[in-house]
């Protein structure tokens, strides 16, 4: 199946969004793209690089001919703009997003499109650190993973549509209950996060008297990395998938306090197994 | 001040005391190297390499003709090492060492050592998550911070000398108290791989019911890589900076457990203010 949507358009053209628009122009899978957001200065770089066709500042006029509407904007204000641009879509133009919460996004969404507008939740599981259309690259999703999160009200044709856009981009595509997705983001992506924040700002804390970040090597420096994705994406997802976060962080409390209680204790073997454990794991990865 | 050993023995020929040798090789910091281990193929790796002149798995015959000994094994087993060594030392001739735990090690060491034999405690602040002198190279050092922790008891011309050695690898040297550095440690490099090997390993009890490992990107795989190091240096390292670790991770813990809170509580200011102190304590970084 080959694809081709007359216009794209791209709510939030950001890194994930601008990759997307270089994807689509490198394998002409859209005439026109189409970018809003609420920077016109991020919106302008994103024509000078290329990576947009135009933009606009006003939401109507950016999706009223578009063929398929993407949302890579903070989780938190997606619900908001469907409301708003429901009114102005194209029927049958194709509605899908980019967010890192999918069971609240997806009920919702649904919940507020008519049936003649098809809606498909999804996920690339690509990004770097950095942020904003600058930092687009074409390769960003070469190899990785996209999760997509039909339901029973899912249009098969949309959902294949969508399926191919990220074949094109690289990606493997793997579909996936939202709940299950939410679950399992929670423990493999949004703890990690959470707990490289808490434990950045407790060295922040200690930092205050005693400036010890100059000295900090390898494993600090990565905590900082992880730990500096945009604070309002990292706020909503946390919100919106509030009882699986919660729940994860409550299971790594408790290794946590069974390793401090370890050392405490100076338990070598139990210690030494967990430290074992850890890296039979790492070895399952690579 | 230029340095020259006529016999420089290495107590451990992994990745940091392989670099080290290195060093001492492309700038004639030495004449002889000498290695001494417990693994005989590990040590035949090292002369095959050319990153040690040759071996013996005798303590007293590696050591007995050294100008300076590098102690580079695990925290844990130093003291002992010492204690063996000590009848067949050279008189004058220096220990020291490159151990992430400074405070107990050079109490002990100091104690043990005749007035003759100077120490000087060390800690390269550089590494990979790579362990074996086969991973060993030149530029391990180049731009890092080096941690010296002389006493009231430190011969000074012996401390001249190891401080140079560090320069001609490369490093910035600092001098600091060893109760100072065993704190800060704790806090910058200890904290994070503890942390590190709890979260792997609360992921991995959960990927005993999920498969979920496959499409953990960047930020956990960053974990893994943190928690890989080797687990009898680590268990060593816990226990002998027991208190200080104990006292950062109930900080940690107290960190963690705020973020949850304002999660639970679904608190939109405190989370965004959290994660953006975080960002901002990585811009002091880069």
């Known amino acids: 199946m080959s694809i081709y949507f007359k216009q794209m358009t791209i709510i939030g053209v950001g890194l994930i969004g601008g990759s997307i628009a270089r994807v689509c122009k490198e394998k002409n899978l859209t005439g026109k793209i189409m970018g809003f957001g609420r920077s016109e200065s991020d919106l302008r770089k994103g024509v000078e690089l290329g990576v947009i066709d135009s933009y606009s500042l006003d939401l109507k006029d950016a ?9 890579a904007i ?31 996004l997806v009920d919702k ?11 498909v939740g999804g996920h690339p599981i690509a990004g770097t650190e950095r942020s904003g259309v600058e930092s687009s690259f074409l390769t960003l999703f070469k190899d990785s993973n996209c999760i997509l999160t039909p339901t029973g009200k899912t249009d098969r044709e949309a959902l294949k549509k ?19 997705h939410d679950r399992i983001l929670a423990a493999i992506s949004h703890l990690p996060h959470v707990v ?15 400036n010890i970040l100059s000295l900090a090597a390898g494993g600090f420096r990565d905590f900082t990395r992880i730990a500096s994705g945009d604070s309002v994406m990292w706020r909503d997802i946390c919100l919106l998938n509030k009882d699986n976060i919660i ?36 070895k399952l990865m690579v």
Do not use: C
């Open 196 to 210: 490289a924040y808490a434990l950045v700002n407790t060295i922040g804390d200690m930092n205050k008297e005693n």
């Open 162 to 180: 969508i399926e191919e856009l990220w074949h094109a981009a690289g990606a493997k595509v793997i579909l996936m209950n939202a709940m299950d």
């Open 109 to 119: 969404i649904e919940e507020l499109l008519p049936k003649e507008i098809p809606f």
């Open 63 to 71: 999706v009223i001919d578009a063929d398929i509407v993407l949302l």
């Open 247 to 282: 729940e994860i962080i409550t299971q790594f409390q408790g290794s946590l306090e069974r390793l401090k209680r370890y050392i405490k204790k100076e338990n070598r073997t139990r210690l030494k197994e967990e430290f074992n454990k850890a890296n039979s794991i790492r």
């Open 74 to 104: 903070p989780v938190g204000t997606m619900v908001d703009i469907v409301k708003i641009m429901i009114p102005h879509l194209k029927n049958r133009a194709i509605i899908t997003d980019v967010g890192s919460v999918k069971g609240y």
